[in-house]
């Protein structure tokens, strides 16, 4: 599967923004999929993950009541949804999907995007 994230961008604290993970070659809910970010100088974070059936949704306590991952089957397309959005967010934010879950284990997903730049800044 191939993974293409949208939806980027500068944004005002408190704004919030919605990132979109399209993916192509293979149905995106045959796949585990999760959001990790990465900010400058700091290593990849984890910040949600989204089993296969839809039905379960893990946040990191920093994201927790604030962003919100789902899939939309038929556009086969996951989303992460930032709402309150602070500096401390600005990141590259990446989509991985894979087969098994994986949770928050970066080094285990084998499908990645290519990563979309979020700011956070007035």
């Known amino acids: 599967v191939q993974l293409v994230e949208s939806g980027g961008g500068l944004v005002q604290p408190g704004g919030s923004l919605r990132l979109s993970c399209a993916a192509s070659?293979?149905?995106?809910?045959?796949?585990?999929v999760a959001w990790f970010r990465q900010a400058p100088g700091k290593e990849r974070d984890w910040v949600a993950s989204?089993?296969?059936?839809?039905?379960?949704?893990y946040y990191a306590d920093s994201v927790k009541g604030r962003f919100t991952i789902s899939r939309d089957t038929a556009k086969n397309t996951a989303y992460l949804r930032m709402n309150s959005l602070t500096p401390e967010d600005t990141a590259v934010y990446y989509c991985?999907?894979?087969?098994?879950?994986?949770?928050?284990?970066?080094?285990?997903?084998?499908?990645w995007g290519q990563g979309t730049q979020v700011i956070v800044s007035s």
């Open positions: 991985a999907a894979d087969l098994a879950w994986h949770g928050s284990e970066s080094h285990l997903y084998n499908y």
């Open positions: 070659g293979r149905t995106l809910s045959d796949f585990a």
């Open positions: 989204l089993s296969k059936s839809g039905g379960y949704t």
